[in-house]
């Protein structure tokens, strides 16, 4: 039975040493760096689209905000014309262009979380 375990066991170490060769350390190290940078220009790349996607909603925002100030603008004008019809009408589309900022400006929040969250 001695020359049995003697046997395995010399088997085993011929075969560690065999895969000790085959697995090089600097290899492995190398490999896994390799792994980190390109996973580290995918988080780059993800943080470049989402402020890129923040700022595309600011955008739009602020492109809103203009067009419910002219919006605004013209139903006094109506209103100073006696144009009650025209002045509903640019308050109400008004009112839809407040709704639509207010998504926006949602939409705006969870982006910045992401960035955040991204950047840590």
């Known amino acids: 039975m001695s020359v049995m375990k003697r046997v395995?066991?010399?088997?085993?170490?011929?075969?560690n040493k065999m895969l000790d060769k085959a697995e090089d350390p600097r290899e492995t190290l190398d490999y896994?760096?390799?792994?980190?940078?390109e996973m580290l220009q995918k988080?780059?790349?993800g943080v470049a689209?989402?402020?890129?996607s923040r700022k595309r909603i600011e955008l739009q925002a602020d492109q809103?905000?203009?067009?419910?100030s002219k919006l605004e603008g013209q139903a006094r004008?109506?209103?100073?014309?006696g144009r009650e019809d025209l002045a509903t009408e640019a308050l109400t589309?008004?009112?839809g262009l407040a709704t639509q900022l207010t998504d926006l400006e949602t939409q705006h929040a969870q982006l910045?979380?992401?960035?955040?969250k991204l950047i840590e």
């Not at 910045?112 to 955040?116: K, L, N, V, Y």
């Open 8 to 15: 395995t066991g010399i088997f085993q170490a011929k075969a």
């Open 93 to 95: 589309r008004r009112s």
């Open 64 to 68: 809103l905000k203009a067009s419910a």
């Open 112 to 116: 910045s979380a992401q960035e955040a």
């Open 32 to 37: 896994s760096y390799q792994r980190q940078l």
């Open 49 to 52: 689209d989402v402020a890129t």
């Open 43 to 45: 988080v780059r790349r």
């Open 77 to 81: 004008q109506a209103l100073g014309q």
